[in-house]
């Protein structure tokens, strides 16, 4: 089964969003290393939008980020539609498929990533599924830590905490992670736990790229990520961390909406490169010295 990327470690990607085609297909071809999209948004597309799509396809590698696979979901897995975002990936030349590691459906889509229980019961679940969805592309996926502002009642058994949920998830569904550095951010102030110990628990091994983004400040003690604002210092200084801990790894930043100038966007993706370039010189250092 093929590894879930063959991007560079040292790269820095931003989101394919229609909001931002016109910008994107105009940027010099070195503002960023790659595009990520979401398949849903573009499969069956055609007209001005697909040609745009497929022009950017062209151009630059892209990887994609499923809103809707649902793998946490207890109604069957939409096998029909796995296979067609396979076909997609194909089509695409993509090197990186993701998912949440979360449930959006039951009868019909939520329209909501919503979290799972942390029992053994739930890994044991999602780790089955992930593994089909796998079995059915021919390729590794990743699954992505989801941000939660609510932990599920359980009753049957004790709960596991968040970090060895995700480890042991990883673990039997043999796939790897998409660390999102401020998911953990907004995570850890919310249910507060300490965020750089969440982080260094993580696998390195399984982390295939890592996701930087925005969050809104609702309260002192609630913050929702919502891919709407600027990244803020505490996060950068996370994502440094884990660059320290786990070492460099594709990067994108994520901005979904109430986009600022482009130039301040790219400013971001440079800022990404610069932390990268940063964790970089130790190395370059210890192996001279």
Known sequence: MRPATSLPNASA?????RGLLSALQAADGNAFD???CAPENWIGVGGRLGAAFE???ERH???CHGLSLSLGSVAPLDETFVARVGRFLERHRVPLYSEH???CSDDGHLYDLLPLPFTEEAVEHVAARIRRVQDILGRRIAVENVSYYATL???AQPPLDEATFVEAVLERAGCDLLLDVNNIHVNAINHRYDPVEFLRRMPSARIACYHVAGHYDEADDLKVD???AAVIPDVWGLLAEAYRVHGIRPTLLERDFNFPPFDELLGEVDAIRGLQRAAQQPAATA???
């Open 101 to 103: 590691l979360s449930w």
């Open 287 to 289: 192996a001279h010295g």
């Open 34 to 36: 790659f595009l990520e």
């Open 13 to 17: 990607g931003l989101g394919l969003r």
């Open 153 to 155: 009642p359980v009753e």
């Open 55 to 57: 022009a950017l396809a």
């Open 226 to 228: 919502t891919h709407g």
């Open 61 to 63: 590698p892209v990887t």
